[in-house]
């Protein structure tokens, strides 16, 4: 066998002296880019560290109040007055460390929980901690000195986003909820922790971290909470007692970790300086991104240190070479060559590369055969790895089918539960009035009855109290109206409209006699402006019962003094003429977030009366009439309803096409 001794003592010589060079340039090259990995290796450990704080952080937040949920203090302080409970909270949120500590009985909490999913969980009976974005109207119904601690100014910051806002009024709050399941009061105990300007919290994680750390020390060692792209928590230094609140992260951070989602583990520009850094997205309860948490350290100590190494580095080489290249020559005797090829072909495996081979074709000595085995090895260990890939993707190919089936179920499964509710609610109703039909008609019958018999019975001799009779007499009528306007909306199907050409200044006009009453109570002005519009083919009493529940309710909605707009004025929609009645008022308008639910059945504004059926009715009727009905809140204040419909000519175009 030839020995491999030998072989590299005649080899070695001309190598050693022409690549030495290339040689030293590779080792530099590649010292320098595992230096580099081992700076990213640490930061990445730090971000670890800080995000363990925070987790705990969040963990020992949601403890704390469970234990309060659960404590026999509070079952006590619950069934006691009001200033007592709020003593007590304020007790416990101060020994807590909390910004802001309540409760919630169960019909508070409900509303509430249709905007915080950890509310929501609370109120199902599971504690619940998570990090949520307060709007700054959130944070005022808290404690207006939350509100001014979470406003921080921005400041002008070198390769951030452009923006046109000037300060962060969100705050950024570690927020839980646990529920109360004893006493008197059922309900959900909601705190929570502004980390806006909590430098405590901060300089804990920047503590943890750096302590002591080769990577830390003094103003080298850095953490930071972000909202969204603002620092709100940093010790960062603007300038050198300053803390750079207010400052943002640059665009191409921003980019990979809010928008990307990814996390950021390299140099990135800090304020005033490179670091070496990491940053981790935040999600809220809704799985949104809302912010970041950053660590990192100067880059320049390192650097410095870096081209001071490879310097020693180069002096120690040459003088290596000058001193022991003879000696290294006899004792070499070539061994170490193939045995660190196998050395790095195991690191390379060992860091996920599991196509890094030996390729010691057709040695024959010792060290070629362990590295022919060994490649071996590594061929089967490569084909199990590519085998496991193809099982897990095809696995995850079948979770990700099998959850948008899901999906799709469950979506269907909401959708048909809100159909059976409604439903339900519209056959209730329509039971409802089927029954009040039946009881009222009966006493009307025998009103109607009894008036005919007195018309048959007397005669002529009626005459002095003809008036008396003739007002029973549309009174009765008018109670049949009315309980066949209920019947029509329980099963509308089962009635239709009987519709003529009806001129709609003359119905507006009637109905103002109607409610003159209601106007006079409110205290409302009534302006008209009334321009010469075509007619228009509906039912006039269901026009009337439009026109009346929009009157009644602007007066009621602006309160005494208010001023009520009434205007006609012709229109067109998708080419057909028709007329359009505006009942504008003054009053406070609809929030905007109801808008769209105000011609829903049984949706009310008015909590102590009304049903929440009359702009349903309404907008059923229109629509029925080829009208169209549609509400907005006016610039200068008030609701503003328009009620269109098509001319009588044009709908008659359209029944007969």
Not at 163 to 190: D, K, N, S, W, Y
């Given at each position: 066998?030839?020995?491999?001794?030998?072989?590299?003592?005649?080899?070695?010589?001309?190598?050693?002296?022409?690549?030495?060079?290339?040689?030293?340039?590779?080792?530099?090259?590649?010292w320098?880019?595992?230096?580099?990995?081992?700076?990213?290796?640490?930061?990445?450990?730090?971000?670890?560290?800080?995000?363990?704080?925070?987790?705990?952080?969040?963990?020992?937040?949601?403890?704390?109040?469970?234990?309060?949920?659960?404590?026999?203090?509070?079952?006590?302080?619950?069934?006691?007055?009001?200033?007592?409970?709020?003593?007590?909270?304020?007790?416990?949120?101060?020994?807590?460390?909390?910004?802001?500590?309540?409760?919630?009985?169960?019909?508070?909490?409900?509303?509430?929980?249709?905007?915080?999913?950890?509310?929501?969980?609370?109120?199902?009976?599971?504690?619940?901690?998570?990090?949520?974005?307060?709007?700054?109207?959130d944070?005022?119904?808290?404690?207006?000195?939350?509100?001014?601690?979470?406003?921080?100014?921005?400041?002008?910051?070198e390769?951030?986003?452009?923006?046109?806002?000037?300060?962060?009024?969100?705050?950024?709050?570690?927020?839980?909820?646990?529920?109360?399941?004893?006493?008197?009061?059922?309900?959900?105990?909601?705190?929570?922790?502004l980390l806006?300007?909590?430098?405590?919290?901060?300089d804990?994680?920047?503590?943890?971290?750096?302590?002591n750390?080769?990577?830390?020390?003094?103003?080298?060692?850095?953490?930071?909470?972000?909202?969204?792209?603002v620092?709100?928590?940093?010790?960062?230094?603007?300038?050198?007692?300053?803390r750079?609140?207010?400052?943002?992260?640059s665009?191409?951070?921003?980019?990979?970790?809010?928008?990307?989602?990814?996390?950021?583990?390299?140099?990135?520009?800090?304020?005033?300086?490179?670091?070496?850094?990491?940053?981790?997205?935040?999600?809220d309860?809704?799985?949104?991104?809302?912010?970041?948490?950053?660590?990192g350290?100067?880059?320049?100590?390192?650097?410095?240190?870096?081209?001071?190494?490879?310097?020693?580095?180069?002096?120690?080489?040459?003088?290596?070479?000058?001193?022991?290249?003879?000696?290294?020559?006899?004792?070499?005797e070539?061994?170490?060559?193939?045995?660190?090829?196998?050395?790095?072909?195991?690191?390379?495996?060992?860091?996920?590369?599991l196509?890094?081979?030996?390729?010691?074709?057709?040695?024959?000595?010792?060290?070629?055969?362990?590295a022919?085995?060994?490649?071996?090895?590594?061929?089967?260990?490569q084909?199990?790895?590519?085998?496991?890939?193809?099982?897990?993707?095809?696995?995850?190919?079948?979770?990700?089918?099998?959850?948008?089936?899901?999906?799709?179920?469950?979506?269907?499964?909401?959708?048909?539960?809100?159909?059976?509710?409604?439903?339900?609610?519209?056959?209730?109703?329509?039971?409802?009035?089927?029954?009040?039909?039946?009881?009222?008609?009966?006493?009307?019958?025998?009103?109607?009855?009894?008036?005919?018999?007195?018309?048959?019975?007397?005669?002529?001799?009626?005459?002095?109290?003809?008036?008396?009779?003739?007002?029973?007499?549309?009174?009765?009528?008018?109670?049949?109206?009315?309980?066949?306007?209920?019947?029509?909306?329980?099963?509308?199907?089962?009635?239709?409209?009987?519709?003529?050409?009806?001129?709609?200044?003359?119905?507006?006009?009637?109905?103002?006699?109607?409610v003159?009453?209601?106007?006079?109570?409110?205290?409302?002005?009534?302006?008209?402006?009334?321009?010469?519009?075509?007619?228009?083919?509906?039912?006039?009493?269901?026009?009337?019962?439009?026109?009346?529940?929009?009157?009644?309710?602007?007066?009621?909605?602006?309160?005494?003094?208010?001023?009520?707009?009434?205007?006609?004025?012709?229109?067109?929609?998708?080419?057909?003429?028709?007329?359009?009645?505006?009942?504008?008022?003054?009053?406070?308008?609809?929030p905007?977030?109801?808008?769209?639910?105000?011609?829903?059945?049984?949706?009310?504004?008015?909590?102590?009366?009304?049903?929440?059926?009359?702009?349903?009715?309404?907008?059923?009727?229109?629509?029925?009439a080829?009208?169209?009905?549609?509400?907005?809140?006016?610039?200068?204040?008030?609701?503003?309803?328009?009620?269109?419909?098509?001319a009588?000519?044009?709908?008659?175009?359209?029944?007969?096409?």
């Open positions: 066998m030839t020995s491999v001794r030998v072989r590299l003592l005649v080899l070695a010589l001309a190598p050693l002296v022409l690549l030495m060079p290339a040689l030293l340039l590779i080792a530099m090259t590649r320098t880019a595992d230096y580099d990995r081992l700076l990213i290796a640490n930061v990445e450990s730090d971000l670890r560290i800080a995000e363990q704080y925070l987790s705990r952080l969040m963990a020992g937040t949601g403890e704390d109040l469970q234990g309060i949920a659960e404590s026999a203090q509070l079952a006590v302080v619950l069934g006691a007055e009001k200033p007592a409970r709020a003593a007590f909270l304020d007790r416990k949120r101060e020994v807590l460390g909390f910004d802001f500590l309540y409760f919630l009985p169960v019909t508070q909490a409900e509303p509430a929980a249709q905007r915080w999913p950890v509310i929501a969980s609370g109120l199902a009976g599971r504690a619940e901690t998570s990090i949520d974005l307060f709007q700054p109207e944070l005022e119904a808290v404690s207006t000195e939350l509100a001014e601690r979470a406003r921080i100014p921005l400041i002008d910051t390769a951030a986003v452009p923006t046109t806002r000037t300060e962060e009024e969100r705050g950024m709050v570690v927020h839980a909820a646990a529920p109360v399941r004893f006493g008197g009061q059922p309900g959900v105990l909601v705190g929570g922790i806006n300007r909590n430098l405590d919290f901060i804990t994680i920047n503590a943890l971290v750096y302590l750390a080769v990577t830390g020390g003094e103003r080298q060692g850095t953490a930071t909470l972000f909202l969204d792209d620092r709100v928590s940093t010790n960062v230094r603007l300038f050198e007692d300053v750079a609140l207010g400052t943002r992260v665009a191409a951070v921003r980019g990979a970790v809010l928008d990307e989602g990814r996390t950021w583990l390299d140099r990135a520009f800090v304020v005033n300086d490179w670091y070496i850094s990491g940053y981790l997205p935040l999600t309860s809704f799985g949104e991104r809302v912010g970041m948490l950053y660590v350290f100067l880059e320049a100590p390192f650097t410095a240190a870096k081209r001071a190494a490879l310097l020693w580095m180069m002096l120690a080489f040459a003088a290596v070479l000058v001193l022991f290249v003879p000696i290294f020559l006899r004792m070499a070539g061994i170490f060559a193939p045995l660190e090829r196998m050395t790095e072909t195991m690191r390379r495996v060992g860091d996920g590369d196509s890094a081979r030996n390729n010691h074709a057709g040695a024959k000595d010792e060290i070629g055969q362990v022919a085995h060994l490649d071996d090895l590594l061929d089967q260990v084909d199990r790895d590519r085998r496991l890939r193809a099982w897990a993707d095809e696995l995850n190919q079948r979770v990700d089918q099998r959850t948008a089936e899901l999906r799709e179920a469950n979506e269907k499964l909401e959708a048909t539960f809100r159909q059976l509710v409604m439903s339900e609610k519209l056959a209730s109703i329509g039971e409802i009035t089927a029954g009040v039909a039946h009881e009222i008609n009966n006493p009307v019958a025998v009103i109607q009855g009894n008036l005919d018999v007195i018309y048959e019975v007397l005669g002529p001799n009626t005459q002095p109290i003809d008036t008396e009779l003739a007002l029973i007499d549309r009174q009765v009528a008018r109670i049949q109206a009315i309980v066949g306007k209920l019947l029509k909306f329980a099963r509308p199907g089962d009635y239709s409209g009987s519709e003529e050409s009806v001129e709609l200044c003359g119905v507006v006009d009637e109905c103002l006699v109607l003159s009453h209601v106007v006079a109570q409110g205290k409302a002005v009534v302006r008209k402006a009334f321009a010469p519009v075509p007619d228009v083919r509906v039912d006039p009493g269901e026009m009337q019962q439009v026109v009346v529940n929009l009157i009644v309710n602007a007066v009621q909605a602006m309160g005494p003094g208010g001023t009520l707009d009434l205007a006609l004025l012709p229109e067109t929609r998708d080419g057909r003429d028709g007329a359009c009645l505006v009942v504008a008022d003054t009053g406070p308008g609809i905007e977030d109801r808008l769209a639910s105000v011609f829903d059945p049984f949706f009310t504004t008015k909590q102590a009366e009304g049903t929440g059926l009359g702009l349903s009715i309404s907008q059923t009727l229109i629509q029925r080829g009208g169209l009905i549609t509400v907005r809140n006016r610039p200068e204040g008030g609701a503003e309803f328009r009620v269109w419909l098509p009588a000519e044009a709908r008659q175009d359209d029944i007969g096409a």
